[in-house]
């Protein structure tokens, strides 16, 4: 299973951000396929790029003049969400990617959550609401609304979008400043930590995490635990990166849809499936 999501994971990035051409040259492609998004995290200003991220369309559309409901922006969120859950965070998210090969490099004694877990957790829907939403619809530079994530934040258009243009274009590197030491410090403070706890963005901080675990009890993509097959050896929870029980797999919002559980399971308990079969 760690081979397989781990094959897809990158194969999904390659094809994402397959613009060779964008980090040659430093210039982002701007073509028709950019007007689409992904459902992963993936930064509209990575070089390489052919796709734009859901977080910086709902932003885009929050950062139109007047006070308009982004039906476009919900409704790529409910079509991904009710179709994939947080599978698209486990499978589709070349930041999640990153985080994961971190995790894997043999140092540091690994921790699956940081201390006091049960309140950082919930720092993601507060990203979501303090900077995606309000920050987005209040925050100005002169007469203009600030994307308040993509700006202040998101370690993933850092790294896939600020690094390689900076590499590259010379004349951005004369104008960096302190807005991007700021955001660089995140990175490097989140690619650090994640080499000991597992996915620290993706559990602590991150917005589109946070939206997709609302429709992990009902989306199509599930993880279906046979109750009464099991024999509670819990070796699923001890598999499982965020360390989720039977009971909480597949239906928490936490749960990131990697199969671990499945891998481990030595009954076959536990197992993906569709919520249609699921119900029926």
Same mark, same amino acid.
């Given at each position: 299973?760690?081979?397989?999501?781990?094959?897809?994971?990158?194969?999904?990035?390659?094809?994402?951000?397959?613009?060779?051409?964008?980090?040659?040259?430093?210039?982002?492609?701007?073509?028709?396929?950019?007007?689409?998004?992904?459902?992963?995290?993936?930064?509209?200003?990575?070089?390489?790029?052919?796709?734009?991220?859901?977080?910086?369309?709902?932003?885009?559309?929050?950062?139109?003049?007047?006070?308009?409901?982004?039906?476009?922006?919900?409704?790529?969120?409910?079509?991904?969400?009710?179709?994939?859950?947080?599978?698209?965070?486990?499978?589709?998210?070349?930041?999640?990617?990153?985080?994961?090969?971190?995790?894997?490099?043999?140092?540091?004694?690994?921790? =699956?959550?940081?201390?006091?877990?049960?309140?950082?957790?919930?720092?993601?829907?507060?990203?979501?609401?303090?900077?995606?939403?309000?920050?987005?619809?209040?925050?100005?530079?002169?007469?203009? =609304?600030?994307?308040?994530?993509?700006?202040?934040?998101?370690?993933?258009?850092?790294?896939?979008?600020?690094?390689?243009?900076?590499?590259?274009?010379?004349?951005?590197?004369?104008?960096?400043?302190?807005?991007?030491?700021? =955001?660089?410090?995140?990175?490097?403070?989140?690619?650090?930590?994640?080499?000991?706890?597992?996915?620290?963005?993706?559990?602590?901080?991150? +917005?589109?995490?946070?939206?997709?675990?609302?429709?992990?009890?009902?989306?199509?993509?599930?993880?279906?635990?046979?109750? @009464?097959?099991?024999?509670?050896?819990?070796?699923?929870?001890?598999?499982?990166?965020?360390?989720?029980? +039977? @009971? @909480?797999?597949?239906?928490?919002?936490?749960?990131?849809?990697?199969? @671990?559980?499945?891998?481990?399971?030595?009954?076959?308990?536990?197992?993906?499936?569709?919520?249609?079969?699921?119900?029926?």
């Amino acid at each position: 299973m760690k081979k397989i999501r781990l094959a897809v994971q990158l194969l999904y990035t390659a094809i994402t951000n397959g613009y060779i051409y964008g980090f040659l040259s430093g210039k982002i492609y701007r073509g028709k396929m950019k007007y689409a998004c992904v459902p992963g995290l993936n930064c509209y200003s990575c070089p390489g790029a052919i796709a734009s991220c859901p977080i910086g369309a709902l932003q885009a559309l929050l950062n139109q003049k007047g006070y308009q409901i982004p039906f476009g922006a919900l409704g790529i969120f409910f079509l991904f969400g009710s179709l994939l859950g947080r599978f698209v965070c486990g499978w589709l998210c070349p930041f999640g990617l990153l985080q994961d090969l971190l995790y894997k490099l043999p140092l540091f004694r690994k921790r =699956k959550r940081l201390p006091c877990h049960y309140i950082l957790k919930y720092g993601k829907y507060a990203v979501l609401i303090l900077l995606v939403c309000i920050g987005s619809l209040f925050l100005f530079r002169g007469f203009a =609304k600030i994307p308040a994530f993509c700006k202040f934040l998101c370690p993933s258009g850092t790294f896939f979008g600020a690094l390689p243009l900076l590499g590259t274009n010379k004349l951005l590197r004369s104008q960096a400043g302190g807005l991007f030491f700021w =955001k660089f410090g995140i990175l490097l403070g989140i690619l650090l930590v994640s080499v000991k706890v597992f996915r620290p963005f993706c559990q602590y901080l991150c +917005p589109l995490g946070a939206i997709y675990g609302w429709f992990n009890r009902f989306s199509l993509v599930q993880i279906h635990w046979e109750k @009464e097959d099991c024999t509670y050896c819990m070796a699923c929870k001890k598999a499982c990166p965020v360390g989720l029980s +039977p @009971e @909480e797999i597949s239906v928490s919002p936490e749960c990131i849809r990697c199969g @671990e559980c499945v891998h481990s399971c030595p009954r076959g308990c536990v197992h993906f499936t569709n919520s249609f079969s699921k119900s029926g």
